[in-house]
T-cell receptor
Framework: GQQLNQSPQSMFIQEGEDVSMNCTSS?????WLWYKQDPGEGPVLLIA?????ELTSNGRLTAQFGITRKDSFLNISASIPSDVGIYFC??????????????FGKGTKLSVKP | DTEVTQTPKHLVMGMTNKKSLKCEQH?????MYWYKQKAKKPPELMFV???????INESVPSRFSPECPNSSLLNLHLHALQPEDSALYLC??????????????FGSGTRLTVV
């Protein structure tokens, strides 16, 4: 099946540092989504991207939809302890196609040292 | 209301028990989903309901039986589960059709332990 390659798998950073993670695929996506999941909770949508080249910010978070439509990155600036969690990218292959076509990356586990 | 509510939050059941997981949303979403998530893994799709009809079953064993009584509710009936079925079960909803691309809203999940 379709796969998203998400990297890095984990990150250990100091509070205040910037963070960057990305997802790539061999397939073309029409939508890229970035979710954050805290332990014991469901994923929470951070940013949604709909157009190739689109750059969108949500507070300290910035994400971009790659020009080739095969990749996306998420940046977090000036990290704080509450940024800890697992970040998942997710892509949707078909616009208007069948439901259930949200494909997840394997996740990036972020740890922040105060 | 912008939430997906799942109950119970935690469930421990024996392999001979019958139990149900419940999911509710009042965002007017007409697509609802069940996902299974094992520790340190991404969510895996189980079932999709679109306009209250089952549209996708990802080859899930029959011991999991979904039900969508109306546009706001989604149930997952469990019977004769195995210990390896222990996981976080997530419900999600979205607008249906092309509008599903505007993202899924997930519930907090039910942590299921089968003993």
């Amino acid at each position: 099946g379709q796969q998203l390659n998400q990297s890095p798998q984990s990150m250990f950073i100091q509070e205040g540092e910037d963070v960057s993670m990305n997802c790539t695929s061999s397939s073309i996506f029409n939508t890229w989504l970035w979710y954050k999941q805290d332990p014991g909770e469901g994923p929470v949508l951070l940013i949604a991207l709909y157009k190739a080249g689109e750059l969108t910010s949500n507070g300290r978070l910035t994400a971009q939809f790659g020009i080739t439509r095969k990749d996306s990155f998420l940046n977090i600036s000036a990290s704080i302890p509450s940024d800890v969690g697992i970040y998942f990218c997710a892509g949707q292959l078909e616009y208007g196609g069948s439901q259930g076509n949200l494909i997840f990356g394997k996740g990036t586990k972020l740890s922040v040292k105060p | 209301d912008t939430e997906v509510t799942q109950t119970p939050k935690h469930l421990v059941m024996g392999m001979t028990n019958k139990k149900s997981l419940k999911c509710e949303q009042h965002m007017g979403h007409r697509a609802m989903y069940w996902y299974k998530q094992k520790a340190k893994k991404p969510p895996e799709l189980m079932f999709v309901y679109s306009y209250e009809k089952l549209s996708i079953n990802e080859s899930v064993p029959s011991r999991f039986s979904p039900e969508c009584p109306n546009s706001s509710l989604l149930n997952l009936h469990l019977h004769a589960l195995q210990p390896e079925d222990s996981a976080l079960y997530l419900c999600a909803s979205s607008q249906a059709g092309a509008l599903a691309n505007y993202g899924y809203t997930f519930g907090s999940g039910t942590r299921l332990t089968v003993v």
